[in-house]
């Protein structure tokens, strides 16, 4: 089996990771009462958003600059996918019930996060350049990392009342999403152009953002507001 045949396979192992997000959700939010599922859920919503923000602003947005990008290009971009996605929002809200909105941020979180996961594999596959070793290195880093991703998409998803299979799906397909990028680098020798993955990392650095300070940390916040078991807000 050549180098570049490993680097392809452990991408797809990292990939796979992403998929134990779903079983790991289920398990924080089913069985006991129903104050004790929503209670859960706020806290798997707020761990959820605070992740996203950290990714965004650790990874994503340094990411960006590292690649060529100026940081004044890099903060115009990321300011217009904020205030698109928020703009945007406003004004399907007006069409829309509450529940609606939030299956909506719910589908924008797995898109964006799948999005995100596309140039994952072929940074997998691209890395066995620098020898298989640091494939492996970059695998194994990128696993441990899609975990709490496919939570972030399990668990926003059933809170927005979604299926539980449909969750399942939506992990499925952020899954296959590092699996194709991982794939397509491999057999073609393609990868995008640095500049456009670096306007896609930074649109999907602003759509976490967003929908992490729209939707998810004041929907668990007005959750726990309302639960008496809890005395940080007493």
């Known amino acids: ?41 706020a806290w798997a919503m707020l761990a959820s958003g605070v992740a996203m923000i950290l990714v965004a602003a650790v990874e994503l947005v340094p990411s960006a600059i590292f690649s060529g990008f100026s940081t004044l290009e890099a903060v115009a971009w990321l300011l217009a996918g904020l205030l698109g996605y928020i703009i945007f929002d406003k004004v399907v809200d007006k069409f829309a019930s509450s529940e609606a909105r939030f299956k909506r941020s719910a589908l924008t979180v797995a898109i964006a996060l799948t ?6 594999g072929a940074a997998i596959v691209a890395s066995e350049f620098a020898g298989v070793e640091s494939a492996v290195a970059t695998a194994a880093s990128l696993a441990l990392h899609n975990i709490p991703e496919g939570v972030a998409i399990a668990l926003v998803a059933l809170a927005a009342g979604f299926k539980p299979s449909m969750s399942a799906l939506l992990v499925l397909v952020s899954a296959l999403a590092e699996a194709s990028g991982a794939f397509a680098f491999w057999a073609f020798n393609f990868e995008p152009d640095q500049r456009t993955t670096s306007i896609v990392v930074l649109v999907v650095a602003a759509l976490m953002l967003a929908i992490s300070l729209v939707e998810l940390l004041p929907r668990a916040f007005r959750t726990l507001a309302r639960d008496e078991m809890q005395t940080f807000n007493k």
């Open 1 to 41: 089996m050549l180098e570049r045949d490993i680097a392809l396979l452990v991408a797809l192992v990292a990939a796979a990771f992403t998929l134990i997000g779903y079983p790991l959700s289920r398990r924080f939010t089913s069985g006991g009462d129903v104050e004790r599922r929503n209670r859960a859920t």
């Open 115 to 120: 999005l995100h996961n596309l140039p994952e």
